[in-house]
């Protein structure tokens, strides 16, 4: 899609050119374009140069970077300014730990995210927004016949990604703020049997509710049932827990924070009361599934996410 000076839309057919290379174009790009532009039916344009990415938002299919499938690293979008991340708190039930992922990925990659709390009519918000207190982490609560008015606010001026586990209405979402979007809606299947709605990611432009500004871009994505973290070091995790930083800062050098870790600061500063123990408990989580070790969880519930 190209937008011109007037921010005029108009949707033009390329394929990239061979001179790219292996460099893939991901959604978001921004693309230099040659041949025939004028988007007419049948014709061709050539994607001869991709712009520098602003932001990359990356993720692998698990978290271990000693396996090919960890390894395989994904970009989901570029040049995305805030990730959305998109949790039912019903049907299927939130899952902190994945969000806990998503915020990793989204500090990670510079991109601020918002929680976005879908199926409010089915449930209370409140045991979610209790594990993120300590937190500045915005949200919005959806439930299906509320105003959008305050989300629309902070899609505006920006491209923003959702991202979530299949079920949770992100493509609900998607055609309420854009009417004529007509995105794919599905029932809710268990998680990890592998039905997904949406199976491709989709950039839309939002529609104009203020005379002034840019409305911003919405990016729809096919669920996902976990969010590989194998391209972020054991440092970097850290980013998706501030509320643990502080706690850190008194530790000896070479701690790895980990469960094994004797005399690792985190325990004392939990133990102090200064930090919710569930949220060193996630951060511990995600350091021994990147370091390869199976959460003790998925033997008991089947499943990966908590
Ligand atoms: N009760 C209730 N149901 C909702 C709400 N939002 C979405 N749903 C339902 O949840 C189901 C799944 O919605 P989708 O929008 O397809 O979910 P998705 O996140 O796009 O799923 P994938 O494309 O598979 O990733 C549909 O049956 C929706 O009608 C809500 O706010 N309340
Ligand atoms: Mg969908």
Not at 119 to 131: I, N, R, S, T
Request: hydrophobic share 40%; with cysteine; aromatic share 4%.
């Amino acid at each position: 899609m190209s937008a011109a000076a007037d921010g005029s839309m108009h949707v033009i057919t390329a394929m990239r050119a061979r001179e790219l290379g292996r460099k893939s174009v991901v959604v978001g790009d921004r693309v230099a374009l040659v041949g025939d532009t004028s988007g007419a039916p049948g014709v061709l344009a050539r994607i001869v140069r991709i712009a520098e990415r602003r932001s990359v938002l990356r993720r692998t299919a698990d978290d271990d970077d000693t396996t090919p499938e960890g390894r395989l690293e994904r970009v989901v979008v570029a040049n995305a300014d805030q990730l959305v991340i998109v949790s039912s708190l019903a049907d299927p039930p939130p899952r902190t730990g994945f969000i806990d992922r998503c915020l990793v990925a989204a500090y990670d990659a510079g991109i601020e995210p918002l929680l976005c709390l879908t199926k409010a009519d089915l449930a209370g918000p409140e045991q979610v927004l209790d594990y993120y207190a300590e937190l500045d982490l915005p949200y919005v609560l959806v439930k299906p016949d509320s105003e959008l008015t305050d989300l629309r606010e902070r899609l505006a001026g920006k491209i923003s990604v959702m991202v979530g586990h299949s079920g949770v209405g992100k493509s609900t979402l998607v055609n309420r703020l854009v009417p004529d979007a007509l995105r794919a809606v599905g029932g809710v299947s268990a998680i990890g049997k592998g039905r997904h709605t949406s199976t491709s990611v989709v950039a839309l432009r939002l529609p104009r509710v203020r005379r002034t500004g840019d409305p911003g871009w919405i990016i729809d994505t096919p669920g996902i049932r976990s969010f590989g973290l194998a391209h972020v070091s054991a440092e970097s995790l850290l980013h998706g827990f501030p509320d643990l930083i502080e706690g850190t800062l008194e530790d000896q050098p070479n701690c790895g924070h980990t469960q094994v870790d004797v005399d690792c600061a985190l325990d004392a500063w939990v133990a102090a009361g200064k930090a919710d123990p569930r949220r060193l408990a996630s951060y511990r989580r995600l350091l021994a599934s990147r370091a390869g070790e199976p959460d003790p969880r998925d033997q008991s519930e089947g499943r990966r996410e908590p």
